[in-house]
């Protein structure tokens, strides 16, 4: 079984400025699929990224990039020019790619991240 | 576009009692996820379906819970009877068709079993 672990539960930042969440996953797949996720206290769930394992470039979605090291297995999501706004909880989330029915999303437990003011 | 449509958004009730939430996925989406979200277990998969057939129900907790997907626009999540135990909030998820393709979330119901 595939299992994402985000081992930071919390971060904060200083608006404008860049931060790092550190995801790590494991499995036995070559074909996947990560994703985050951002929960704000609205409790929505909102797709930031997504990353095809296949892809050997990272990526990015305006402020947003990613840092995919598929041999480490390592995930992380940068947050550049960080605003208030992006305070939230973020969630690594992992999807098995190979063929047949869409699958289930296995999440980390998420990382509370703060931006000061 | 509507996104993914959860109801009732809160509910309150008493043990015992019989729950239902309900979902209605983005129009054209095949797939449909419950998940449950707690403080002490983070989001867990509940159940999918995949054109309207359960294939995955590995996550549902015992057989107070119950899932049903009667047509491609409508899904229910039943629990009875309900337990103190179950208070969380339970998302509804939907996507389209291709792996790559993201799971697309409703807004949960948060779920208070007194």
């Known amino acids: 079984a595939q299992t994402v672990t985000q081992s930071q539960p919390e971060m904060s930042v200083q608006e404008a400025e860049t931060v790092t969440l550190s995801c790590t996953y494991d499995?036995?797949?070559?074909?996947?699929?990560l994703f985050w996720y951002k929960q704000p206290p609205s409790r929505q769930m909102i797709l930031v990224i997504r990353q095809e394992a296949y892809k050997q470039q990272n990526a990015t979605e305006n402020r947003f990039s990613v840092n995919f090291q598929k041999a480490a297995k390592s995930f992380s999501l940068k947050i550049s020019d960080s605003q208030l706004g992006d305070a939230a909880m973020y969630f690594c989330?992992?999807?098995?790619?190979?063929?047949?029915?869409?699958?289930?999303?296995?999440f980390g437990k998420g990382i509370t991240l703060s931006v000061r003011p | 576009d509507a996104g993914v449509i959860q109801s009732p958004r809160h509910e309150v009730t008493e043990m015992g009692q019989e729950v239902t939430l309900r979902c209605k996925p983005i129009?054209?989406?095949?797939?449909l996820f419950w998940y449950r979200q707690t403080m002490m277990r983070g989001l867990e998969l509940l159940i999918y379906?995949?054109?309207?057939?359960?294939?995955?129900d590995s996550g549902m907790p015992e057989d107070r819970f119950s899932a049903k997907m009667p047509n491609a626009s409508f899904s229910t999540l039943k629990i009875q009877p309900s337990e103190p135990r179950d208070s969380a909030v339970y998302f509804c998820?939907?996507?389209?068709?291709?792996?790559?393709?993201?799971?697309?979330f409703g807004d949960g119901t948060r779920l208070s079993i007194l």
């Open positions: 989330a992992y999807r098995s790619g190979p063929t047949g029915a869409n699958s289930k999303l296995t």
């Open positions: 129009s054209g989406h095949n797939s």
């Open positions: 379906f995949n054109n309207n057939v359960p294939i995955d």
């Open positions: 998820a939907s996507s389209f068709g291709q792996r790559n393709q993201p799971q697309h």
């Open positions: 499995t036995s797949e070559s074909d996947y699929y």
